[in-house]
Each structure stands twice: as structure tokens, then as C-alpha cells.
């Protein structure tokens, strides 16, 4: 028998109380596929999580509790808590993603401290004739090598 | 018989076959495709048992998914 659980969008939430099972349809252009597989992660261990994609841009998830049947009100707990996981795994992807660019350079850091100081040898063998950057307007310049006075030509006051 | 369906574009066939194999000894198992999805029918000496064995399936295909990073590129 399915039915609304009380307090929940009957579009967004069904509840099936014979089977003990709630299914949900997830917004896709809200919540990104990682953050959906995280929180659904979270809850293979207490429920079987079955997702489907009935439409594009809407996922369902197929929760049915484990063990004893589920009262209407253990469901719609179940519910509440899959939407804080899901909330909570988009924001973090959502983290993860802006800061991907410091995340790797702070691991490059690790990485490299890590390896130690160079050897003498290596030192040795370092070719440092490279220019380090070009600067083609002199914006590392020095003010006194800038604006140095220049030798005075020959032939001029 | 229980069907499961599981959409081409949410689970890796690399993970549903991997889900098969460690539930071999449990059930058996029919593999299908239809369209956007991978089916997998499963059949065992009774009912109850087709039904529990086919949600562990579900979640396993899952796990092992989320696991490997999404569905097959």
C-alpha cells in the first residue's frame, strides 16, 4: 500500500508501509550523482538502497528498512535523516570542489617535504641557467635598476 | 522470480557482475539488458529467499559502484 507520509510532499516522498520501504525522488540538478551515492552509502549498512532514474534529471531511491516492519513514523525518521545526509554530502562535494586547487597544491607540499631535502649531488646537478620567469615590463625590477642614472655619452652635457 | 532493474547511467555492469559473483551460492541469477538498463532476475528455492538475496544484489551493485568511482564510462 503506498501512501504520503505526513509532513512530506507526496512528489517527493512515497512511502510503501508493506514493505517497509520509502521511495524518494531526488532533484539531480540540486543534488550532484556523488553526493546522492555518498548518502546512499551511508544507509547500505541499515537499509537496501536501490536507485533508479525515471526521468531525466529526477532520481528515486528505493529505501527498505532492515529488520522488524517500520511504523509510518519510523519512515519518515528514515527520510528526515537520508535528507541531512544527502544535504550534508552535497555540501562537502560542493567544498571539495572549490577547494580542489589548494587541496592539491597543500598534497604537493606534503609530498615533496616529504622526500627530504636535496643531496648535495643533486644541487651540484642543478641547472640553474634558466631565467625563472619572463618580465617583459620589468615588473620585478628593482626601483634603483629601473630608474638608475644612465652613464652620460661622450659628446653629451 | 524477482526482477531487479538497474539504470546504465547509476551502476557499473563491472559492479553488477562483481555483486552476481559473491551472491552465486545463494540464488540464481539471469542476466538481461533493456535499454537503459542492466536486469538481473533472480530465482531461488523460494520467494522469501529470491526477495532477500535480490536486495542484497541491490546493495552490493551499489557498493561496489560507489566504490569504483560511478558507472562504466
Same mark, same amino acid.
Given at each position: ?25 531526488? /532533484? ?10 555518498? +548518502?546512499?552509502?551511508?544507509?547500505? +549498512? ?5 536507485? /533508479? ?19 509510518? /513514523? ?19 562535494? &560542493? ?38 620567469? &619572463? ?23 | ?12 555492469? @563491472? ?49 561496489? @559502484? ?8
Amino acid at each position: 500500500m503506498s501512501e504520503s507520509l505526513f509532513g512530506l510532499s507526496p512528489d517527493a516522498v512515497v512511502a510503501d508501509l508493506d514493505e517497509g520501504a520509502v521511495h524518494l525522488r531526488v /532533484d539531480a540538478q540540486l543534488y550532484p550523482l556523488e553526493a546522492i551515492y555518498a +548518502a546512499a552509502y551511508v544507509f547500505i +549498512a541499515r537499509c537496501w538502497v536501490l536507485l /533508479d532514474k525515471p526521468e531525466p534529471n529526477r532520481i528515486r531511491v528505493t529505501l527498505t528498512a532492515k529488520g522488524a516492519q517500520p511504523s509510518a /513514523d519510523d519512515l519518515r525518521a528514515l527520510v528526515g535523516e537520508f535528507g541531512n545526509e544527502l544535504l550534508s554530502s552535497a555540501w562537502r562535494h &560542493e567544498i571539495t570542489k572549490t577547494n580542489r586547487a589548494m587541496i592539491e597544491a597543500v598534497t604537493m607540499q606534503a609530498f615533496s617535504g616529504a622526500m627530504g631535502p636535496p643531496s648535495l649531488d643533486e644541487l651540484a646537478a642543478f641547472d640553474f641557467t634558466d631565467e625563472p620567469f &619572463e618580465d617583459p615590463l620589468g615588473i620585478a625590477q628593482s626601483w634603483e635598476d629601473k630608474y638608475k642614472k644612465k652613464p652620460a655619452k661622450e659628446g653629451e652635457p | 522470480m524477482i526482477e531487479l532493474r538497474f539504470h546504465r547511467e547509476l551502476y557499473a555492469g @563491472t559492479a553488477i557482475d562483481a555483486a552476481l559473483v559473491r551472491l552465486a551460492d545463494y540464488a540464481q541469477f539471469e542476466r538481461a539488458e533493456d535499454g537503459a538498463h542492466f536486469v538481473v532476475r533472480v530465482s531461488a528455492a523460494n520467494e522469501k529467499r529470491a526477495r532477500k538475496v535480490a536486495r542484497e544484489l541491490g546493495n552490493f551493485a551499489l557498493g561496489l @559502484t560507489v566504490e569504483k568511482g560511478g558507472p562504466d564510462r
